[in-house]
């Protein structure tokens, strides 16, 4: 008995370091989503289908290419920043004032297009960077590098963010601006050019967590599917636009997947997630912490 | 400084100022007095861009604010406390000056605008970490006029500064009027509070649906029948 409680002690301690490794990442995905929302009051659907063509453009310029991840990882991260703004000029610009179910529907439609192209142009071929990071071991216990990497990158890219928002002039009026559009002129500001700064930031968070996740994940034109759903999960729990409640909630549904993983198999962790989802949208609809207004 | 001439504006199908002329002089206080509904702050949502005319120009020193985009005018020296006073709520005190100073001319000068308006608003400092919305009403005035100067206009539009205010912070708005009006700045101010506006400008326009009705020096409007009737209540 006692044995079997020692590893168990073990696993648990494992499932729950490998849950905080899982949950930065999901944070980070869960902040570009909030960034979006909170400051342009628009849902990018298709957030996770710009992951997934940030995760080919690293397929590409690592295997194809033969460029250095480190130099590939930038250039991915500008690429699908800039495919941020493009989608924001192209498609939520026109539709800013429209009924929010048309700017759902219209990058609803942006998924399909980017499925359909990726599926196209790449095939459904499940591809990876062939980099094969080595397992950490302490004690019993058993980490992936690649987790650790990309927990830590995350955390980098949040405080990044969390630094440009709080320092700058320009993050400053990121955070202004959801609180009262119409007098943003009065302050100087324009308006347009906020929000195309926001959707390059939100398109360069995608990047990053397709840099990261290229080294845990194969890519294949419905990855995107894999964890897009969580993301909004996350963020509608911890309350839609609610950073910090983003956060938070990133974390609870990592341990959730993690812990949950432990007594069956990971698919199980993935259930008892979206089942605490359920649960929790008739206990606080609004979120862990509502939307701060 | 300012001039308007033949200004039609109003929000969709409705007109809210017609055929207006309006001038302030460099060094000048101004005030505009007139009912509820009368076009008062139309007229400075007009001027300061967050409405554009249907008709009529404006010019700020020669400068054509008309054809200048809203977020540029406040780049010519004009800046505008509105109604209510808009502040940014879940932002800091600190953080609510600096939007005031986003404009690219602003920025440089950023620590010492913030003196300036620590110097003529010293609560404001003590508060300086405090999100804006936890305010009291006269505090949060004293934000909003400070977020304004921020920018280092020439012109300051002060829409109804002493709505809402207990009787006793009103008189400190005013107070303040004439300290702002020492720095130099020219003031156009809309009021209810007909007596005390009039004691703290040179001048006064008296609007009533969407026109001016009457305009003259404080000392006038004191006099002229139309205003003691109307607004004075003698």
Redesign the interface.
Known sequence: MQAFLDIFDIYLLEAVINGILLGGVLALLALGLNLIFGVIDVTWICYAELVMIGMYAMYFLVQYYGISYFIAAPLTILLVAILGALLHYLVIAPLLTAPPINQLLATGGVLFVLQSFATVAFGIDFRNLGIRLPVLAFGDMNFSYARLLSFLAALVGMVAVYLFMTRTFTGTAIRAISQDRQIMALMGVDTKRIYLITSAIGGGLAGLAACLLVLQYDVHPFVGLSFGPITFLICVLGGLGNFIGGFIAAFVFAEIISLGGLFSDLEWGYVLAFAFFIVMMFIRPAGLLARRR | MLELRGVNAGYGTFQALFDLNLDVKAGEAVGVIGPNGAGKTTLMRVI???IRPSRGSIAMEGADVVAT???????LGI??V?ENR?L????TVD?NL??????KE??GHYAERQEVVFDLFPRLKERRHQMAGTMSGGEQQMCAIG?ALM?NPKLLLLDEPSAGLAPVVVQQVFELMKRIRARGLTVLIVEQNVQQVLRVVDRAYLIEAGTIRASGTSAEMLASDTVKEAYLGV
């Not at chain 2, 600096?98 to 404009?103: D, I, L, S, V």
């Open positions: 300061s861009g967050l985009p809203a977020h540029k005018i406040v780049s800046a505008h509105p808009r940014f709520p879940q932002l953080d600096k939007m005031g100073a986003f404009m602003a920025r977020r920018s």
